[in-house]
């Protein structure tokens, strides 16, 4: 498998994929955004999943990271973050934040072993009521 960034004709596709993984990606308009970090990862069979950052001033922030449901638990996930931080830092990011589903027990050990600290909560974040947690990494290099 291969990552590479998202393009126009992957719109498609990478919104499918956000859609089956409960998440709100408007692909056209992240491909088109400068400060977007928009990465896919395809292996023989398509879309793996891909991973969508912003990078402002010093900072990353992580917006999602979704793998296919048939390609989990295969570290592409991992690699997708690792690929996201990598292109960040060379657009000048030195730190990364995100917020995480407080129930999203999977995504939190994903980030936990990419050094990421959990630094606190936003209550009601979700729009159905759920509770975000913000993580941080201080230093991506």
């Given amino acids: 498998c291969r990552s590479r960034a998202v393009e126009a004709r992957d719109v498609e596709a990478v919104n499918a994929l956000a859609r089956a993984s409960g998440l709100a990606v408007d692909a056209a308009a992240e491909v088109e955004r400068a400060q977007a ?21 010093d900072e ?22 690792d690929e996201l931080m990598a292109r960040a830092i060379e657009r000048g990011a030195e730190r990364a934040f995100l917020e995480v589903r407080a129930s999203n027990r999977a995504a939190q050990r994903l980030y936990e072993r990419a050094g990421f600290v959990r630094l606190g909560e936003r209550r009601g974040y979700y729009a159905n009521g759920e509770d975000a947690w913000l993580f941080g990494r201080a230093r991506l290099t």
Wanted: glycine content about 16%.
């Fill in 37 to 57: 970090v928009f990465l896919l990862l395809e292996g023989e069979d398509g879309l793996l999943g891909f991973a969508l950052g912003w990078v402002v001033a």
């Fill in 60 to 81: 990353l922030e992580i917006l999602d990271v979704a793998v296919d449901e048939v390609a989990r638990g295969r570290g592409h996930g991992a690699r997708l973050l």
